[in-house]
């Protein structure tokens, strides 16, 4: 990965199923056009889990044993808002990039609201689904690394 920008590795999530792009061969320093859904099962199988999660008394618990999982969350019971003060998590290491299913389901991570679960930077809304807010799960409670709040 030496030389990539970190935002090129998050584009990979918004490539799904048989969408082709092209890949560099360094055996051959040729390029090649790979399928997505062959990437992921011959480079890195198991490293990238999705969840489709709802809040649940302003808490989420992601199952995956993946290291890095891409959670779309939502409201609980389809509301307006919610909030969310906890994520339990289910390995130590484990980086989450959040974002909302749904633009009309605005949630907001609250930060600190319950004691050493989320520490940020202060409370944050998403905007859109475009929006992101990524942390790691460290010492039982997220960190947040960063977030991007994109309309």
Request: with cysteine; net charge negative.
């Amino acid at each position: 990965m030496a030389g990539k920008k970190i935002s090129e590795l998050f584009l990979i999530p918004a490539i799904a199923g048989d969408d082709v792009f092209p890949v560099v061969d360094i055996s051959s320093d040729t390029t090649k056009k790979v399928a997505f859904s062959n990437l992921t099962a011959c480079i890195a199988p198991n490293m990238v889990g999705t969840e489709g999660i709802t809040i649940s008394n302003d808490t989420i618990t992601i199952t995956s044993q993946c290291p890095i999982v891409l959670v779309t969350i939502d409201t609980e019971g389809g509301a307006a808002t919610d909030d969310l003060k906890q994520i339990n998590c289910s390995i130590i290491g484990q980086f989450l990039i959040l974002q909302i299913a749904n633009n009309d389901h605005i949630v907001t991570i609250k930060d600190r609201a319950v004691e050493g679960k989320i520490y940020g930077m202060g409370d944050f809304t998403f905007a859109t689904k475009r929006s992101k807010y990524v942390c790691v799960y460290v010492d039982g409670r997220t960190d947040e690394i960063s977030r991007s709040a994109n309309a």
